[in-house]
Nanobody, 119 residues
Framework: QVQLVESGGGLVQAGGSLRLSCSAS????????MAWYRQAPGKERELVAG???????NNADTVKGRFTISTANAKSTLYLQMNRRKPEGTAVYYC?????????????WGTGTLVPVSS
């Protein structure tokens, strides 16, 4: 079992910056990939940025050049640095992790943190 808790959300002005954190606990040794997702009002949840076990990252086209995903403390903490925020980026941001154990993959999600962007 892996528990994920996001923090750092809050109101940010358009053009501003904010860093989200995700604290992972439990059986973190099994974590392979980690990612940030977001869900805007009335829209589907979408991938924002992800990181593989080897450290390879990928960002959604809408955030390339503005957002950076990183980890610390042997994947016990996941960050999302968000720069040059846009109003359309208002959403609930979720931390997610895939755990690989005994040949099976399990997905875990945090409860989300709201990040409104004012215009």
């Amino acid at each position: 079992q892996v528990q994920l808790v996001e923090s750092g959300g809050g109101l940010v002005q358009a053009g501003g910056s904010l860093r989200l954190s995700c604290s992972a606990s439990g059986n973190t040794d099994c974590i392979s990939t980690m990612a940030w997702y977001r869900q805007a009002p009335g829209k589907e949840r979408e991938l924002v940025a992800g990181m593989t076990e080897g450290g390879t990252t990928n960002n959604a086209d809408t955030v390339k050049g503005r957002f950076t995903i990183s980890t610390a403390n042997a994947k016990s903490t996941l960050y999302l640095q968000m720069n040059r925020r846009k109003p359309e980026g208002t959403a609930v941001y979720y931390c997610a992790a895939v755990c690989v154990a005994w040949g099976a993959n399990s997905s875990y999600w945090g409860t989300g943190t709201l990040v409104p962007v004012s215009s």
